[in-house]
Structure formats: C-alpha cells, structure tokens
C-alpha cells in the first residue's frame, strides 16, 4: 500500500519570503504522479502542482517548485515569494497511473503573515 | 462552464440515520471519485465509479456504497451513520485515464 507522509503540521513564512514544505512517501511503484493540493477556509482542494516520476526534471508553476527526488521517495514543495493569498493548508498526495484515486497525507497548514 | 457541485453543503444526521450526498461531475467528465476529510486530516478515498459501475474502493466498510448515473452524476450513501461518521465529504472528478482530478467542495456531515 501506499503511504504518504508529511511531517509538518504546521508552518509560517514571512510575507515575500520562500518557505518549503515536506512530504515522502512509500510504494514499490516505478511509475506513479505526484501531486500537491491547496485547501484554503474555502475547503475546495486546488491543485498547485504535479510531477511525472518518469520525468527527471523538476515541476515549476511560477511561484511554486518541487524537488523530486525519486530514490529518497521525497517530493518537496518550494513557494517563493510568498503572498498573504497562499495561506492554506497544503496537502501531498500520490497516485499510481492505472486509476487516478489519490493517497493523501495529513496536510501542512501554512501561515503566511504580513 | 460550472465545475464540480456537491449538495448540499451541510448536514447534520442522528446516528444510525442514513444519508445520500450528491455530486455533478464538471463538464465532460465521466469519472468521479469519492473522499473523506475527517477534521485534521487527509481525504481517505472511498471509491470510484466509472461507467456507472464501482471502478475501485479504498478501505470502507459496506455501509458505504454508492451509484452513478447514466448522467455521470454520482451519489455517497451511508447507513447506520456513526459519529465517527462525521467529516467533509469531497468529489473529485476527471475524464476516463486523465490523471487531473477537480474537487468539489465537499458536503460537511455531522453525526450527532
């Protein structure tokens, strides 16, 4: 089974400033996605970012970056310039290619303050 | 173009009730997915339904089952409610093997 881990729980950043959240996780898998999710008060789950793990080349999305490393199983997300806007709860999640059901971990609730 | 609707947005059930939770997928899309938040935590996949037949399910008792219509729209329906019942309840849905997923925002159940 996979699992998903994020260490975490909560996080603040200074407005403007780069902060990185954590997430590993477990599988036997050699093909799978990974993802991170935004949950702000809204509760509506937005997706941030996705990577391929075929791919070798990190994901960008303008402000937002990860850090794949595949043999560690680590996937960690970088958000530069932070802005009031990103405050939220920021959830890793996996999933293997065959049917696209999601294993979540536990979330990081990040603060951004002013 | 309406994205992913869920209702209705709040519930509160007495235990051992029964409840039906409701889902548009967004447009175009044919798969939808079913999730449980409980408070503090990360959705927990419940299952999926594709075709209108249960593609996957993640580990949940039969108590909850679901349907999907020839419309794509789908139903959560859990009996003899719990209160560990209680949770947000969100729908993902997608188009056939895409791998993006968009949520709806979810139905907050209450067991009381």
């Known amino acids: 089974a996979q699992t998903v881990t994020q260490s975490q729980p909560e996080m603040s950043v200074q407005e403007a400033e780069t902060v990185t959240l954590s997430c590993t996780y477990d599988?036997?898998?050699?093909?799978?996605?990974l993802f991170w999710y935004k949950q702000p008060p809204s509760r509506q789950m937005i997706l941030v970012i996705r990577?391929?793990?075929?791919?070798?080349q990190n994901a960008t999305e303008n402000r937002f970056s990860v850090n794949f490393q595949k043999a560690a199983k680590s996937f960690s997300l970088k958000i530069s310039d932070s802005q009031l806007g990103d405050t939220a709860m920021y959830f890793c999640?996996?999933?293997?290619?065959?049917?696209?059901?999601?294993?979540f971990g536990a979330g990081t609730r990040l603060t951004v303050k002013p | 173009d309406a994205g992913v609707t869920q209702s209705p947005t709040h519930l509160i059930k007495t235990r051992g009730q029964q409840v039906t939770l409701r889902c548009s997928p967004k447009?175009?899309?044919?798969?939808v997915s079913w999730y449980q938040q409980a408070l503090g935590q990360g959705p927990q996949f419940i299952f999926q339904?594709?075709?209108?037949?249960?593609?996957q399910r993640g580990n949940f008792p039969d108590r909850f089952s679901g349907h999907q219509f020839p419309n794509y729209s789908s139903e959560l329906n859990v009996n003899a409610l719990l209160l560990g019942d209680s949770a947000l309840y969100l729908c993902?849905?997608?188009?056939?093997?895409?791998?993006?997923?968009?949520f709806g925002q979810g139905t907050r159940l209450t067991v009381v």
């Open positions: 990577q391929e793990a075929y791919k070798q």
């Open positions: 999640a996996f999933m293997k290619l065959k049917y696209n059901d999601m294993r």
């Open positions: 599988t036997s898998e050699s093909n799978y996605y």
């Open positions: 993902a849905s997608s188009l056939g093997g895409h791998i993006e997923a968009f």
């Open positions: 447009s175009g899309h044919d798969t």
């Open positions: 339904y594709y075709e209108e037949e249960e593609r």
